[in-house]
């Protein structure tokens, strides 16, 4: 990999290194060794091509950790900040009324004896740390629903195909998938057609 | 990847920090002119309510073995104080019928502010959350004076009628130091 990078004819075809969800940089940091390393980079390729690092969410304590981790030089670094306040979105933060194994207090986003022609439920997107309750959590609403709808909520973890995911995504879209039980690989799919060279990181 | 129509975004029990929650919570209303609801289920253990029971329970059993043992009878729990007592009210605010926006009543905006401020330190001298495995990951408690506490349990006014949990990241991601545009 090293080499790659000392090389010219790669070299002069880079216009600027972009590290997007820069954010990971420094939350993986103990869990994705190799970003560790990233800082090394700034070394190995020409001075002239910057790095970007967007993401939404950089509070003060992770920027440091990344300018620290790619050895960003303090002179020579821009930083645009805006705000990432959503007013639009409602906040509200609900004590389990039962027990978390039961799923009971995620009931409300089927209405109770649902049935088929009835107007569809709002899109929902239910994030766990966990795929197996993931998994727990999608089974126990399509209980909810009669059999024949029942595939119309999902899960979406690390453990299915790219192909699968861009087709759940897209079914979604359409409004056929009406939910997804998922963990953070919901946002991981990648959807350029017109890369013309990228290199990715392992 | 963005899908634009998504009403509903639920985290299930607090087990990611307030970063990670903010990244999954923007997913939701990502077309132009949508609002959507995000909602934080959270499981009684890290509620203050139940750390204050958990801490009235402990003195209370504690004060019978005492008791066991020394034969007096002796009443407990009445001058413990939780740490729940002790926490900074962030939420103090004026009603706003949209809940979108926090602003400070006059009579307390002086001592919320420096409670604002001091929170602000607090959260900028925090080291960053390393990722834990998954096991590690399964029962941890969420952090006392964490931001993600005091997203949970530090937003609310003292009369628990007015809901403005949106302070707490306003003062973690800096959000009243942004400028509103940024023209390059």
């Known amino acids: ?202 | 990847m963005d899908l634009p129509d998504i009403r509903i975004v639920i985290q299930w029990k607090a087990t990611c920090d307030l970063c990670t929650l903010w990244q999954r919570f923007g997913r939701a209303a990502r077309g132009a002119g949508q609002e959507a609801t995000a909602i934080l289920f959270v499981e009684k253990k890290d509620t203050d309510e139940e750390r204050a029971l958990k801490a009235v329970r402990a003195a209370e059993r504690l004060a019978k073995r005492n008791e066991a043992v020394t034969g007096q009878k002796r009443k407990a729990g009445n001058q413990l104080t939780s740490g729940a007592s002790k926490r900074p009210t962030l939420g103090e605010s004026t009603n706003h019928d949209d809940g979108t926006s926090c602003s400070t009543s006059s009579s307390h905006e002086k001592v919320a502010t420096e409670l604002r401020e001091q929170r602000r330190a607090h959260y900028k001298k925090r080291p960053v959350a390393k990722m834990t495995t998954a096991k590690e990951k399964k029962r941890v408690h969420v952090e006392v004076g964490s931001p993600m506490d005091d997203f949970i349990n530090a937003a609310i006014d003292h009369d628990d009628l007015i809901d403005c949990r949106r302070i707490v990241p306003m003062l973690f991601f800096e959000n009243d130091k942004r400028r509103k545009s940024y023209l390059l």
Request: glycine share 4%; with cysteine; charged share 30%.
């Open chain 1, 1 to 202: 990999m090293e080499n790659l990078w000392k090389k010219t004819s790669v070299t002069k075809r880079l216009l600027n290194f972009i590290f997007d969800e820069g954010h990971c940089i420094s939350q993986w940091g103990a869990f994705r060794k190799e970003y560790q390393h990233l800082g090394s980079l700034r070394y190995l390729i020409p001075e002239h091509v910057p790095f970007y690092v967007p993401s939404a969410t950089l509070p003060p304590m992770v920027l440091r950790d990344i300018a620290e981790v790619l050895h960003l030089r303090p002179d020579l670094t821009e930083y645009i900040m805006r705000s990432n306040d959503r007013p639009e979105i409602r906040l509200v933060v609900r004590t389990l009324t039962f027990t978390a194994k039961s799923f009971q207090d995620l009931a409300f986003l089927i209405p109770d004896n649902f049935e088929e022609g009835d107007p569809p439920p709002d899109k929902f997107l239910i994030f766990f740390d966990d795929r197996k309750e993931a998994e727990r959590a999608c089974k126990y609403l399509r209980a909810r629903l009669p059999p024949n709808l029942r595939d119309k909520i999902r899960w979406f973890h690390s453990v299915i195909t790219d192909k699968t995911r861009q087709d759940n995504v897209e079914a979604m879209r359409t409004g056929e998938i009406w939910g997804f039980c998922c963990t953070d690989s919901f946002g991981m799919v990648i959807s350029c057609n017109d890369l013309k060279f990228t290199s990715n990181l392992p």
